[in-house]
């Protein structure tokens, strides 16, 4: 039996195969490029764990090296706001952390 029909189009059977075949590749592809970047991730993770164990053998305080490196990452119109009112807070409080 022809996988075509007699006009020369291809039977439903055969498109749905190879529709399969092409959405199994394409799968594959997208999960193994997902693998890689996970694998690039953790280098990465790993590296920038070591820059912190360097940074603390030099005498850095990393938890500040932390703080800062999240600030840097924030809009900085959000992050004055947020440190106002930290040191409304703070003044409500009587602390003098903040001045």
Not at 13 to 40: C, D, K, M, Y
């Amino acid at each position: 039996m022809s996988a075509h029909t007699s006009d020369g189009k291809a039977r439903p059977n055969e498109i749905t195969e190879t529709s399969q075949t092409v959405a199994a590749g394409q799968l594959r592809a997208l999960i193994e490029r997902i693998e890689r970047l996970e694998e690039e991730k953790k280098t990465i993770a790993d590296d920038i764990r070591d820059v912190y164990a360097e940074s603390k053998g030099l005498g850095f305080d990393t938890k500040a090296m932390r703080i800062i490196i999240r600030a840097r990452k924030r809009d900085k119109a959000e992050l004055e706001q947020e440190m106002e009112i930290v040191a409304l807070y703070d003044s409500a409080l009587g602390l003098g952390i903040f001045g």
